[in-house]
């Protein structure tokens, strides 16, 4: 056995026992482990200060009970956490996701990720993660407010603009934050940029709504002319129909690609055809408005077939945009899509892709751009929402969307500039490696914390 691989099992084992059962972590972990472990052994002053194992040890995790009453007065008692992983870059920053399936596991992922994510976005961030298995799915809008002031009466002792700055994420939007920001004015008795994804007539950024979605196709053109192709009469296959996965189709839509699919957990629609502009801007309304299911697209277009129970992944596609959730790709997928000749995977949701399917792309020069690097545009409008809160000022559509254009470019320039350079650019290894220097190197002069 080499001695990298010697190294990653015993890394591996050691944080395995110290954080048993959570295996979303451990996977989030092993990926970004994977790709620096060579850099790492090469530069004794990081692995002297056991940067690794420091930044793989969260800051502090609080956790706690948000009781809350249905419309029928029935009590109920779910989990609130919040994961503030690092903050040796700026202050903590990282969504809030609502879903019966956050547990511990699934938050040490995502504010793991988020230490990186930020730092490639060069904006003064550092990472976190928080939420609770509440699911909003089925609750009337009083429900989820109260769950939310709730939620806010106890983390708000623990977040500030300074501090600590959460955003949305899986089942967190508009609704949600403007919520939760109403109860921390009230219990804080201040206006303050506390959060982000704001309302546009309370401090909200313009584009911050569209930002990941925007962002994350901004980065697959980069990525395409990198290897000589481009975006336009590409067949795009995207999973979700979320924030994320709706801008991005767009997006997609407007630079002239063809995009087949959108799916919720009930299943997938396909516009064989490729969706228009009134078919996205019916999406829009059905999930932002009326929060209906994707199947609705079906009844109301004849040129729409919904596929119950399936997963788009076996439409034939140039690239596929996984933007609904983690491990929405593994081995199984990953050959399908290789088997139908996929060019590019662009990661819009947080570590869709398992380690197999990772290795799977890699092995079949597939071009595949991880989330941290392909979704920063979301945090990094979320980084020039707080900057205009401080300034007392906002910026124009076209200003921010120029801002994120070159973030994600240059974003795109750190991955190549880290990657080994070769025929085929590895984004994964390349993000990682850049986005973990960039928060070594003032861990390193900040001494023992
Ligand atoms: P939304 O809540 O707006 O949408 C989530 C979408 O994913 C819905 O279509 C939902 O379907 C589907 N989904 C969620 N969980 C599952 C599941 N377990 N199985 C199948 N489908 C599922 O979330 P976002 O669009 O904001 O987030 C999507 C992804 O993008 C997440 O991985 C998030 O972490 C990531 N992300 C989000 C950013 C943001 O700014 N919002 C920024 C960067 C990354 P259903 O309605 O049936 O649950
Ligand atoms: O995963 C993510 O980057 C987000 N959910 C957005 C975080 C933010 O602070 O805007």
Known sequence: MSKIRKELKSFMHGLKKRNPGEYEFHQAVEEVAESIMPWYLAHDDYRDAQILERLTEPDRIVIFRVTWETDNREIRAN?????????????????????????????????????????????????????????????????????????????????GEDVDIPAGDIGV?????????????????????????????????????????????????????????????????????????????????????????????????EAKSGMTEGMLNFAHELKEKKRGRISEMAKKYKSITFHKGKSPWGVKCDIAMPCATQNEIDEKEAQLLCSNN?????????????????????????????????????????????????????????????????????????CVEYSDNSEIINYVDGANIAGFKKVADPLLAYGLV
């Not at 994961?83 to 609502?98: D, H, I, M, S, T």
């Not at 999973?239 to 919720?264: H, M, P, Q, W, Y």
């Not at 890699?362 to 300034?391: D, R, W």
Request: with cysteine; charged share 20%; net charge positive.
């Open 79 to 159: 989990r609130g956490w919040r994961v503030q992983f690092n903050n040796a870059l700026g202050p903590y920053k990282g969504g809030l996701r609502f879903h019966p399936t956050v547990d511990q596991s699934v938050l040490k992922f995502l504010g793991f990720e988020q230490i990186f994510k930020n730092s490639l976005t060069g904006l003064p961030m550092g990472g976190a993660k928080g939420g609770s298995n509440f699911n909003p799915k089925g609750k009337s809008d009083r429900e989820v407010m109260r769950f939310c002031h709730s939620f806010m009466t106890e983390l708000h002792r623990h977040i």
């Open 342 to 414: 996929v060019l590019a995977i662009c990661e819009g949701a947080n570590m869709p892709v398992t380690t197999i399917a990772t290795h799977i792309f890699n092995k079949n020069k597939i071009l595949h751009a991880p989330g941290k690097a392909a979704n920063a545009g979301g945090v990094a409008v979320s980084g020039l929402e707080l900057s205009q809160n401080e300034m007392r000022l906002s910026w124009s559509h076209e200003e921010v969307d120029e801002r994120l254009q070159k973030i994600m470019k240059d974003i795109h320039s750190r």
């Open 173 to 269: 939007g508009t609704r949600e934050i403007s919520y939760l920001f109403g109860q921390y004015m009230r219990v804080e008795n201040r206006w303050t940029g506390v959060l982000t994804g704001k309302g546009s007539s309370f401090g909200g950024s313009a584009v911050r709504n569209e930002a990941t979605g925007y962002g994350c196709v901004y980065f697959l053109e980069e990525m395409l002319s990198k290897h000589n192709e481009d975006i336009v009469g590409k067949k795009i296959v995207i999973s979700g129909s979320g924030n994320v996965a709706r801008f991005a189709a767009e997006k997609a839509i407007d630079k002239g690609a063809k995009v087949l699919t959108l799916s919720d957990s009930d299943g997938f629609i």
